[in-house]
């Protein structure tokens, strides 16, 4: 599968988390999932990089974690959660280039703040697993 094998070779990664709209003030902070997603990246053993060193890296990459969410009711929320990697890529046709997604994955939900960061954590361990599975050295 392509969407895959577009994670061949990345040998570090930044992570971007999109502002959260004003619906999770005080309830998800953007410092938060972002620690939290690091630490489990971190965790299987992906380097982290800042973002000047992204940019110097093959492909320019970074993981892009975007959260969108609608009160339902007091501590409940309907959510869209994507995870992306953005990568440069170049058009074979033409001889533009910019970042595009070659990895996502995405899930809509229901529910308090264990249910958001459950949901998150389900993400990033796909994102994991087919990182692994196509750089078993690391």
Known sequence: MLRKKSLIGIHGIYVVVEDLGPELKGVVT?????KRVELQLLTA????????????????????VN???????PKRY???????????VALVHHSASGHASTWEQ???T?????TIYDNVDQLVFDFICDYLAMNPEG
Not at 30 to 34: F, I, N, S
Not at 67 to 73: N, Q, S, V
């Open 78 to 88: 309907a959510c869209r959660i994507d995870l992306e990697v953005h990568q440069l």
């Open 45 to 64: 053993g992906i380097r982290l990089v800042k973002k000047l060193e992204a940019a110097k890296l093959p492909g320019e990459p970074y993981l892009y």
């Open 106 to 108: 995405g899930v809509v």
């Open 110 to 114: 229901t529910g308090g703040v264990k």
């Open 30 to 34: 953007r410092v938060a999932l972002r």
């Open 67 to 73: 959260l969108a969410a609608l009160p339902l009711g």
